[in-house]
């Protein structure tokens, strides 16, 4: 069932954690695929559910950013950073990440590729590449 | 039928299909690396050309209907170049932009985050709709509801009802009143009637339809029929007509999209392993073309390339021509099919199966043409494509720089 859109105060929270779980993800730690899939084609925030808005963020670790591939959805600014302010210190993996993020980065984007993943890719998770780089 | 067992491609190997997927990479990369300013300055020259046809056409309809003398020929005038300012702004710039085809430019207006369209249905709802249920479950039976609209039994999977016996006239009202139709579309009645729908989202959405189209019709058939005063019946009139030539035009051009013959149809429920290259694969088999010139592929929103807009939704528009003709090659390359024919023929074709399905299968027969000959792998046995199952396939590593590339990139390691 498609939810709708909601603010990120109103966003339901983990229970165990505490944290927000954004619309793009089944729990702190893991992306739901069908939303990441959703949020790349209809242009939705991965964070809120609304739509996009200029700039276009992507949240992920340095190394992500180095290969320019996030796992993480598009995301709206204001909810990128508002998500990882909920989520700094949790000390687990979370938002799509095998290990504890204590340097997360934040990418604007005009423009962004969704990449399905090949038959040879070991990690069979779709990536976001942003083709239009604002700021870092 | 899943991908796995269309038979139009089942001569290829693993590897082949893997190799095609990368030349179609290699074909997107091409175009990324080459997009500049003379790709900005079309769809620039595209929306100045709208809107001059829209502010004409409008002009025409308040001032040109004033006189008894002018006022028939203002009034098909008006009302065929509004007609053909909404076909433009629909077709080629509005269902473009929101792919994000010209993101790239950071345009402030011309951008899929906040470009509005002419039309009834949200922009929001439409790229739920189109760009992800459409897109991503292209031609999946029970997925992709643009398979006759909810309305329409468009394949000989889908089980007959007495109720498509009206299949021709729900045609005629489809195509009349269109972008009802589709601003319908997004809510999926078939999902409120079995309850799956959630309350909240649905109000939201009918919130957004309702304001949409109460300004639509405030639009086109108040305030323009108001400013042209006593003759505020003929504006209207012409206006009416402007929206159904563009509702026909619309209807036809996307359902040549993807039921013409030769357009595969598929029943797999477990889509989310595909592989990109396989993607790739149900976009140009379950997708169909049609010949023209450069002016009916423009008022067509560069759909006459549905195979090249289905591989690629987010590339520009002017870029499909090129594209079609590297495409055809692989195609070509690949033994597999390429479905094109002329506009009156791929409608022909889907209005005979719009048609024949309205009756059950056991009084009509199949047009789908017959798995193409093949030219050098005849004698040989159809390939195995099964996918393999998360449990059959190795699991993803997990130490740090290793987990997310393929043996192919640590060959360079």
């Known amino acids: 069932m498609d939810a709708a859109p909601t603010t990120f105060a109103e966003l339901p929270r983990d229970p165990r954690l505490g944290v927000p779980v954004p619309f793009a993800c089944s729990s702190p730690r893991d992306l739901d695929k069908r939303r990441v899939t959703q949020c790349a084609l209809s242009r939705v925030c991965g964070v809120c559910g609304a739509s996009l808005g200029r700039p276009i963020a992507f949240l992920g670790t340095a190394r992500e950013e180095g290969r320019n591939a996030f796992h993480f959805p598009p995301t709206h600014e204001a909810c990128a950073s508002a998500l990882l302010a909920a989520y700094a210190g949790l000390g687990e993996p979370a938002l799509g990440q095998d290990d504890v993020v204590d340097d997360w980065v934040l990418v604007t984007t005009a423009a962004f590729e969704f990449v399905r993943p090949g038959r040879d890719d070991l990690d069979r998770r779709p990536t976001f590449q942003p083709t239009v780089v604002l700021s870092r | 039928m899943a991908i796995a067992d269309v038979k139009e491609y089942t001569h290829l190997s693993v590897e082949e299909v893997e190799q095609l997927g990368r030349e179609l990479d290699a074909i997107r990369a091409d175009i990324e690396e080459s997009r500049n300013a003379d790709d900005a300055a079309y769809i620039n020259r595209m929306i100045r050309i709208q809107r001059g046809l829209a502010a004409a056409g409008r002009v025409t309809l308040i001032a040109g209907t004033q006189s008894a003398k002018t006022r028939k020929p203002a009034a098909v005038l008006g009302g065929s170049l509004l007609g053909l300012a909404k076909i433009l702004e629909n077709m080629e710039i509005g269902h473009n932009v929101m792919h994000g085809q010209w993101d790239w430019m950071n345009d402030p207006e011309i951008h899929s985050s906040n470009w509005e369209w002419d039309t009834a249905q949200p922009a929001e709802q439409w790229k739920h709709s189109h760009n992800y249920v459409h897109h991503q479950f292209t031609n999946v039976l029970g997925h992709d509801n643009d398979i006759g609209y909810g309305i329409l039994r468009m394949a000989r999977e889908?089980?007959?009802?007495?109720?498509?016996?009206?299949?021709?006239?729900?045609n005629a009202l489809l195509a009349s009143l269109f972008q009802w139709g589709v601003a319908l579309h997004d809510l999926d009645l078939e999902r409120i009637r079995k309850g799956e729908k959630d309350p909240k989202e649905m109000k939201r959405q009918l919130r957004q339809i309702v304001r949409k189209g109460r300004n639509q019709i405030l639009k086109d058939y108040v305030?323009?029929?108001?400013?042209?005063?006593?003759?505020?019946?003929?504006?209207?009139?012409?206006?009416?007509?402007?929206?159904?030539?563009?509702n026909l035009w619309s209807y036809m051009i996307i359902f040549c999209g993807h039921f013409p013959d030769g357009a595969l149809h598929f029943t797999e429920e477990e889509l989310e392993d595909e592989t990109r290259a396989e993607w790739y694969l149900r976009q140009m088999l379950g997708s169909a073309n049609f010949e023209g010139g450069r002016t009916l592929h423009i008022l067509s929103g560069s759909l006459g390339y549905q195979i090249e807009h289905h591989l690629f939704p987010d590339l520009p528009s002017n870029r499909y021509p090129e594209i079609s003709v590297k495409v055809r090659a692989l195609c070509d390359k690949y033994d597999i099919p390429y479905t094109i024919g002329p506009l009156y023929k791929q409608y022909g074709q889907t209005f005979r199966t719009i048609m024949k399905l309205s009756l059950p299968n056991k009084m009509t027969s199949t047009d789908d043409p017959a798995p193409p000959e093949r030219r050098d792998t005849a004698d040989e046995p159809a390939r195995d494509h099964k996918r393999r199952s998360d449990a059959e396939r190795q699991p993803r590593r997990r130490e740090l720089g290793a987990y997310s590339r393929s043996p192919?990139?640590?060959?360079?390691?």
């Open chain 2, 158 to 170: 889908q089980k007959w009802h007495p109720y498509y016996l009206g299949q021709p006239v729900y």
């Open chain 2, 408 to 413: 192919r990139e640590r060959e360079h390691d």
């Open chain 2, 223 to 246: 305030v323009y029929p108001a400013l042209a005063g006593r003759q505020w019946k003929t504006t209207l009139v012409a206006n009416a007509s402007a929206n159904f030539a563009r």
